[in-house]
């Protein structure tokens, strides 16, 4: 009877993994052939000066418009185009239309200090990336000071010297690194001695909460160690004016979120930049945070 059932269970397990192979190798075609068919498009976060409501750059953020799957949001394939590589030819594409997007910004007269670009754990392993990255900024015509590339904290655990080296020779030809999802990952404060980082981003699940509990407690340590060592510090996914207040408050430098704006198309972005500070307290009389 067990036996029997153990039979119906493991044939249930295996139906149930072979439709999992076989979505997974389906949804793995249809990215190669998004890839030829141009079907990625990239949308563009403010980040803000929370003293000044400046715009100060933008995160450019990858989604699929899919015949097959619709409008397909990153956290569904970028783990499926790194396990297969894909994310090498994507995170190409990638780099050179936001970096293509920042200078025609700048054409277009926008006043941005950095295009943000998210790498990962793949991408940053490639042999050849900082000869890669520099020929992109040749080819785009973008100033390296002007591209930041956003890694997580996971790239860097365990990472050995010629990751380390890579770090330097990026920051040696001017580009920027940030930390992203600051303090979820295998956080070590030795890697901020040991790597030229120039930006923490405090992870959204840390500004959740704000001003309440223990997000109080990280974000504020956070910002004292990123200030302490002359980092620049982002705080992710800020959407209630309260969370505003308490992060520029305690001097958190910039934001980015839903309070702000979400990612936009580059037209959308382009327009939003042109149209100076955002005026966060207008729509929440008695909480005039931009003063
Ligand atoms: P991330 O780099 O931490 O990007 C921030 C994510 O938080 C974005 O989601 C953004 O839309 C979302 N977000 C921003 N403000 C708020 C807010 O106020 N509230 C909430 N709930 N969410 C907010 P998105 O665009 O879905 O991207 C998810 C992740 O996918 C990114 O996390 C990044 O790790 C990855 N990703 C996106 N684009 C690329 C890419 O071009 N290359 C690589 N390798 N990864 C990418
Ligand atoms: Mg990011
Ligand atoms: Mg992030
Ligand atoms: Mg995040």
């Known amino acids: 009877e067990a036996k029997a ?23 793995e075609a249809d990215l190669r052939r998004g890839l030829v068919r141009e079907e990625f498009r990239l949308n563009f976060q403010p980040v803000v000066d929370l003293v000044s409501g400046r715009i100060v750059g933008a995160e450019a953020l990858v989604r699929w418009q899919s015949p097959a799957h619709g409008l397909v949001p990153p956290n569904r394939f970028i783990p ?52 890669h990255m520099e020929s992109v900024l040749r080819r785009t015509g973008l100033p390296a000071e002007r591209l930041e590339v956003e890694i997580t904290e996971n790239v860097l655990f365990g990472a050995a010297a010629a990751a380390e080296r890579k770090l330097h020779d990026m920051r040696d030809s001017g580009v920027r690194i940030a930390l992203d999802d600051f303090g979820t990952g295998y956080s070590s404060l030795a890697y901020l001695k040991r790597f030229p980082i120039s930006k923490l981003k405090i992870d959204r699940s840390f500004v959740h909460d704000l001003p309440r509990a223990a997000d109080a407690e990280i974000a504020t340590a956070i910002i004292s160690i990123a200030r302490a060592l002359g980092l620049d510090v982002v705080a992710e996914g800020i959407e209630a004016p309260e969370q505003y207040a308490f992060l520029k408050e305690r001097g958190c430098g910039f934001g980015q979120g839903y309070l ?32």
């Open 260 to 291: 702000f704006g979400r990612a936009v198309t580059s037209e959308r972005f382009l327009r939003l930049a042109l149209q100076g500070p955002i005026a966060t307290g207008a729509a929440h009389p008695g909480s005039a945070l931009l003063h």
């Open 5 to 27: 059932q153990g039979r119906g269970i493991y044939a249930f397990y295996t139906q149930a993994l072979t439709r999992s192979a076989r979505v997974r190798m389906e949804m």
């Open 80 to 131: 499926l185009a790194e396990e297969t590589g894909l994310i090498e030819p994507l995170g190409d594409w990638v780099l050179e239309e936001a970096c293509r997007q920042m200078v025609q910004w700048s054409a277009a007269g926008a006043n941005l200090d950095f295009i943000a670009v998210n790498l990962s754990p793949r991408q940053f392993q490639r042999g050849a990336l900082c000869e």
